[in-house]
């Protein structure tokens, strides 16, 4: 049985700076791509980065630059570090393993293993 545990969330202060780990049971993670992914309340999930078997890194805008998504193979285990943290920031955030990197900005239907999710708060 596939598990995929997400953890590292919390409070922070806006310009802050947060890391997320995501483990996961039952799977080898490089053997998939990586995404993480937010959804805020009242708004739809959305793709915060996404990294390739081969370890490409993908950014949507509103994060590049602040955030850095890693995968240490040896560990089995995802990353995702946050910096300079603004309050449009806090949101639910998933990991999740998948096929393709390709639209994972606008459509996370290719992510088949999901965590429960870890909430990020960040207070202006």
């Known amino acids: 049985q596939v598990q995929v545990v997400e953890s590292g969330g919390g409070l922070v202060q806006a310009g802050g700076s947060l890391i997320f780990s995501c483990t996961a049971s039952g799977l080898t993670l490089d053997a998939y791509v990586m995404g993480w992914f937010r959804q805020a309340a009242g708004k739809e999930r959305e793709g915060v980065s996404c990294?390739?078997?081969?370890?490409?890194?993908y950014y949507p805008s509103f994060v590049k630059g602040r955030f850095t998504i890693s995968r240490d193979n040896a560990k089995n285990t995802l990353y995702l570090q946050m910096n300079s943290l603004k309050a449009e920031d806090t949101a639910m955030y998933y990991c999740a393993a998948g096929r393709s990197c390709a639209y994972y900005h606008s459509d996370y239907s290719d992510f088949g293993y999901w965590g429960q999710g870890t909430q990020v708060t960040v207070s202006s």
């Open positions: 990294i390739s078997r081969d370890g490409v890194k």
